[in-house]
């Protein structure tokens, strides 16, 4: 079975994130969704999230390509979790590229998958008045 995981706060889900989970999920058979806890967004992204953690695990559990959502509590985890949950794809926004090639290292194929161009959450933010991502 053919492992792939992803990371993101997916706050305000929107049809960018599906496309996104959908576009991980193709690439095997089995879909980690590592979710930023309110904690880690606060304090490391500095990010303040409409729904909490509780919420958007929720949603993201509803999802079809979603097999599994776990916590993301800090940067450094992402090397951790290759390996305990036997990861053989990791997927993520183009906006990170070059920034996860180590986990090369790790024996896992390294994805960055185009954005969708007319979508994010930092604009429905700012076009609700409310602050950015």
């Given at each position: 079975?053919?492992?792939?995981?992803?990371?993101?706060?997916?706050?305000?889900?929107?049809y960018g994130h599906?496309?996104?989970?959908?576009?991980?999920?193709?690439l095997?058979d089995?879909?980690v969704?590592?979710?930023?806890t309110d904690?880690?967004?606060?304090?490391e992204k500095?990010?303040?999230?409409?729904?909490s953690?509780d919420?958007?695990k929720q949603?993201l559990?509803?999802?079809?390509?979603?097999d599994l959502?776990i916590?993301?509590e800090n940067?450094?985890?992402?090397?951790t979790d290759?390996?305990?949950?036997?990861v053989?794809?990791f997927?993520i926004?183009?906006?990170w590229?070059g920034k996860?090639?180590?986990?090369?290292?790790?024996?896992?194929e390294v994805?960055?998958?185009?954005?969708?161009?007319e979508i994010?959450?930092?604009e429905i933010?700012n076009?609700?008045?409310?602050a950015?991502e």
């Amino acid at each position: 079975m053919k492992k792939v995981i992803t990371y993101g706060t997916f706050d305000l889900l929107h049809y960018g994130h599906i496309n996104l989970l959908r576009r991980a999920r193709e690439l095997g058979d089995y879909l980690v969704v590592a979710l930023s806890t309110d904690e880690f967004n606060w304090h490391e992204k500095h990010k303040k999230c409409y729904f909490s953690y509780d919420r958007r695990k929720q949603m993201l559990e509803a999802i079809r390509y979603v097999d599994l959502v776990i916590p993301e509590e800090n940067w450094e985890q992402k090397k951790t979790d290759v390996v305990k949950y036997g990861v053989d794809v990791f997927v993520i926004g183009d906006d990170w590229k070059g920034k996860f090639d180590f986990l090369r290292d790790q024996g896992c194929e390294v994805v960055y998958l185009p954005r969708t161009p007319e979508i994010s959450t930092t604009e429905i933010k700012n076009s609700l008045g409310g602050a950015g991502e």
